[in-house]
């Protein structure tokens, strides 16, 4: 049993003002292929998808898996905007290239992320499982893994047989869903599991930060996936959230349901999942806080005050990283022992690269904003450079990463690229102790809350974004959509009802 293994994952931010184009994938160790693939980083192999895939798949007898050459991610992060056609084209055509080099293949297996954005393609997943299924035959299985946050329909399922997709915001269960994919995938080319889909799509579209599911009613739903999986052998029930921040056709909630041969009641839970997310509608839009970044560190100067620190405010809104409102209100209000993770200033980066920047230099510059509205204007900081981690002077290509300390016992990081904080430990590895700190001023949606409030660390969480409605904003009415059509989904259409009239 030959199983082709294949990677292409991007969450695509299509409002920041800059393609991620073919560039953007390709460095050190990015295309990836053969072992090189399925063997991975350390991350891979304790939580990816991709790792439990591999891990799994391993486990049967008769099983040969080959790594497809794929890209890994976009050196962007996940502030990366729309994927270039010619980017996209390019990837693509050396998978399939190389899958007909190496075949011929039982099944294949995608790890993908579900909200990629490609200009002038619509739903580039869907065109990954076609053209696969192209490549590999009519007969072959076909599994995808995706994010929560992917924006998909029922056209996947079109070209592939199964899909699995992390239920848990923070995402603690990828690791589990690539072994599922791995089970599920090889019983079905042993004839054990004949895969039968529904999928229905209620109109509900919610901004990232929202979707939470330590808590109600997006916990809810998670549960209510979990209890049909766990009454009925053989059920998979896939909820994705939707990314509001792709203008895409396909953008919104989705449910998928996969059944053993029981299209009857694939429909039936599908119909219940969905019907349930639109009873819960008004909670899943209002049921989480959000403050403005003036009000936040108002909040946060009072959790000192009373003794609840660590305090969190995190920047859920900014998709670039370069965004400076946090910043001005930290240095306006005076707040005092916050850490700041990260301004992304790829410029002031260079220019401190040049400068041969070291530990206790004098530093003054403006820094972070320029890439657009969202991102505000440039900052002043005044202070002493306190730690410098990568190459500086002449030194090219790897990452230099500067923090400054100012102010009262505050440090500000600069990056190249927006990095989103998930546990204070990161801080460790540019050599700052998190245990320095009252509270930390940090970008990052809700992936934080593995590292900062699910082990009890941080008393006090404050959600905060800028008083305009920029790019990761709640309130999408505020984003110019031009493929989405936003009346069309509650909260935002008028007349939006489900199941549709």
Same mark, same amino acid.
């Given at each position: 049993?030959r199983?082709?293994v ?5 969450e ?16 050190e ?6 072992d090189?693939l ?11 998808s ?10 049967h ?8 050459e ?18 996209f084209?390019?990837?693509?055509d ?13 099944g ?10 490609v ?26 893994t995706?994010?929560?946050h992917?924006n998909?329909?029922?056209?996947f399922?079109?070209?592939a ?12 269960d ?6 599922r994919?791995?089970?599920?995938l ?44 766990a ?5 998979y029930?896939n ?16 449910f ?5 041969g ?9 119909d219940?999942m969905?019907?349930t997310?639109?009873?819960l509608?008004k ?11 003036t009000e ?5 100067k009072?959790?000192?005050a009373k003794g609840?620190? =660590?305090?969190? /405010?995190?920047?859920?809104s900014d998709?670039?990283?370069?965004? &400076?409102?946090? %910043?001005k209100?930290?240095?306006? #209000?005076?707040?005092s022992?916050?850490l ?8 002031a ?9 070291k530990v206790?230099?004098?530093f003054?510059?403006m ?8 991102a505000?204007?440039p900052?002043?900081v005044v202070?002493?450079v306190?730690?410098v981690s ?8 790897a ?12 440090v500000?990081i ?6 989103q ?9 540019i050599?700052i102790n ?12 809700v ?6 409030y699910d082990n009890?660390?941080? =008393?006090?969480? /404050?959600?905060?974004?800028?008083d305009?409605?920029?790019?990761? &904003?709640?309130? %999408?009415?505020?984003l110019?959509? #031009? ?17 549709a009239?």
């Amino acid at each position: 049993m030959r199983i082709a293994v294949m990677r292409f994952e991007h969450e695509t931010v299509t409002f920041l003002p800059f393609d991620t184009v073919k560039d953007d994938f390709i460095y050190e160790g990015s295309p990836a292929r053969g072992d090189a693939l399925l063997e991975g980083s350390s991350y891979d192999k304790s939580r990816s998808s991709i790792g439990g895939f591999v891990k799994v798949a391993r486990e049967h007898a008769n099983v040969e898996l080959v790594g497809i050459e794929s890209p890994l991610g976009s050196k962007k992060g996940t502030g990366s905007g729309w994927i270039t056609k010619e980017a996209f084209d390019y990837f693509v055509d050396n998978m399939i290239k190389d899958i007909k080099a190496q075949g011929p293949f039982d099944g294949a297996y995608l790890s993908l992320h579900g909200a990629m954005g490609v200009r002038d393609v619509a739903k580039p997943e869907a065109v990954i499982a076609r053209r696969v299924r192209e490549a590999i035959g009519p007969k072959a299985m076909i599994v995808g893994t995706f994010d929560p946050h992917g924006n998909e329909d029922e056209d996947f399922l079109k070209y592939a047989n199964l899909a699995f997709t992390i239920k848990y915001y923070p995402h603690y269960d990828g690791y589990l869903q690539g072994e599922r994919a791995a089970r599920t995938l090889i019983r079905a080319l042993r004839g054990d599991y004949k895969p039968t889909t529904a999928t229905r799509k209620p109109p509900i579209i919610t901004a990232s930060v929202l979707q939470w599911t330590g808590a109600s009613p997006w916990m809810d739903l998670v549960q209510r996936a979990l209890v049909w999986e766990a009454r009925s052998p053989d059920v998979y029930v896939n909820f994705y959230y939707g990314f509001a921040f792709a203008d895409v056709v396909d953008a919104g909630m989705t449910f998928q349901v996969m059944t053993n041969g029981d299209p009857e009641l694939a429909n039936k839970i599908a119909d219940d999942m969905a019907n349930t997310a639109w009873r819960l509608r008004k909670e899943l839009v209002s049921g989480t806080k959000v403050y403005s970044h003036t009000e936040g560190v108002k909040l946060a100067k009072e959790a000192i005050a009373k003794g609840k620190t =660590p305090f969190v /405010l995190a920047d859920h809104s900014d998709r670039s990283g370069a965004a &400076t409102w946090l %910043l001005k209100q930290v240095i306006d #209000q005076k707040l005092s022992g916050t850490l700041i993770g990260t301004i992304a200033d790829p410029e002031a980066i260079e220019t401190l690269r040049k400068k041969g920047v070291k530990v206790g230099d004098k530093f003054d510059m403006m820094i972070g904003g320029r890439l657009d509205e969202s991102a505000g204007d440039p900052v002043r900081v005044v202070g002493t450079v306190n730690t410098v981690s990568g190459p500086a002077g002449d030194a090219k290509g790897a990452q230099l990463w500067v923090s400054v300390k100012f102010g009262d016992g505050n440090v500000v990081i600069i990056s190249p690229n927006l990095f989103q904080v998930r546990w204070p430990e990161v801080f460790n590895d540019i050599g700052i102790n998190p245990a320095d700190f009252k509270g930390f001023a940090i970008k990052s949606r809700v992936h934080f809350r593995r590292g900062f409030y699910d082990n009890g660390y941080a =008393p006090t969480i /404050l959600l905060v974004e800028p008083d305009q409605p920029f790019l990761g &904003t709640v309130r %999408l009415e505020g984003l110019k959509y #031009q493929h989405l059509k936003l009346d069309k989904f509650y909260p935002y259409g008028k007349n939006v009802s489900y199941p549709a009239k």
